[in-house]
């Protein structure tokens, strides 16, 4: 496997940090917790589209695209972070964003992300929730390439064979840094939702042969169509790296018992999760991917579902922007959470 074969623009602040979590392994009472900081990528605050998109930029550019067209929810980190590499870029960005939540609350609709889409001279224009979105950008591609213009399309969480290079990426470098502090990694845990970066770690650790399992944590899907994304990714992406037939089903876990009502809405066990972190740690995580995924691994780990004295990584996939967009979650009564 060799990556450097790939285009690829430097956009990331890596290798990022791998550090151990003790306060709240000592609260948990064990597994050893350490933590993986893709919040700390560096790209307008940071978060892990920004692996994703050093490869699908790289190939915008060799396409002589002038424009890139993304979606996301109203809060998307993926769109933040598009808009942010756009400007570096020199590229007009074009975003849309679909009202999955329904939420009124403007700090939830102008603030957070979606005040630093606009910082980044991003073209923000907002769809029903269950528009289709893949479709939506087609068409306004269409429209544009028939004035003239050269759009790159990106879709929602930069997941496709491209961008999950990005998290293959990760996975080499993870590797490496464990093996260097003589880490043994028992589990990788982490938040999945577009399932790129669960496909791209689980083609690089498979591909590493590091016998390293992989668990997302759900957002959004059931575990059955969760599971199904992730494993049709990871085969593609093997396949892209000169692969194919490498990854097997049993290599691709979900647990999507967290999820709640739906994507984007908080949980208690988001919440107190959140709020847990912040204080035993002074890590922020964010309410719609890292504070339910550490929803879960706290949950699971309650459950005794891991050795107390295994090392279980959690990949910090960063969105604290998003926070700003939800202040009431965390002034609500727990009970309502
Ligand atoms: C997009 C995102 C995820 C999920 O990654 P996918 O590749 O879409 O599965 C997790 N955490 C944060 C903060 C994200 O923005």
């Known amino acids: 496997m060799n990556l450097a074969r790939f285009p690829r623009i430097r956009l990331g602040h890596l290798p990022t940090p791998l550090e151990p979590m003790e306060a709240l392994s000592r609260h948990l009472g064990g597994p050893k917790l350490w933590i993986k900081r893709d919040d700390c990528t560096g790209l307008s605050t940071g978060g892990n589209k920004t692996r994703k998109l050093e490869f699908l930029m790289a190939e915008a550019l060799g396409l002589k695209a002038d424009i890139v067209i993304t979606q996301g929810a109203t809060q998307s980190n993926h769109a933040r972070q598009t808009a942010a590499a756009a400007a570096k870029l020199g590229l007009e960005c074009l975003i849309l964003l679909e009202d999955r939540t329904g939420y009124a609350d403007p700090a939830y609709r102008m603030s957070g992300n979606v005040l630093m889409d606009k910082l980044h001279g991003a073209q923000v224009s907002r769809r029903p929730g269950g528009a289709d979105m893949q479709a939506e950008m087609e068409a306004v591609a ?48 982490h938040a999945t939702g577009s399932a790129g970066t669960q496909a791209g770690l689980v083609a690089g650790l498979v591909a590493l042969n590091s016998g390293i399992p992989v668990l997302g944590i759900g957002v959004r899907a059931p575990k059955p169509r969760q599971e199904a994304n992730v494993l049709a990714l990871a085969e593609r992406t093997a396949a892209h790296l000169g692969l194919p037939g490498l990854i097997r089903p049993e290599h691709v876990v979900a647990n999507c018992d967290y999820v709640g009502q739906g994507y984007g809405i908080p949980t208690q066990g988001m919440v107190e999760a959140v709020r847990l972190v912040a204080e035993k740690e002074g890590i922020l995580l964010d309410p719609v991917y890292s504070g339910k995924g550490m929803a879960g691994l706290i949950d699971l780990i309650g459950q005794g579902r891991f050795g107390k004295e295994e090392n279980i990584v959690f990949l ?22």
């Open 316 to 337: 910090h996939t960063g969105g604290q922007a998003g926070l700003f967009g939800y202040p009431e979650a965390f002034g609500l009564p727990p009970e309502l959470g």
């Open 142 to 189: 269409a429209n544009l390439t028939a004035r003239g213009r050269r759009p790159y399309v990106i879709p929602g969480g930069g997941s496709n064979p491209v961008g999950a290079l990005g998290y293959v990426n990760a996975a080499l470098e993870l590797v490496a840094q464990a093996a260097e502090i003589g880490l043994r990694i028992d589990h990788l845990v």
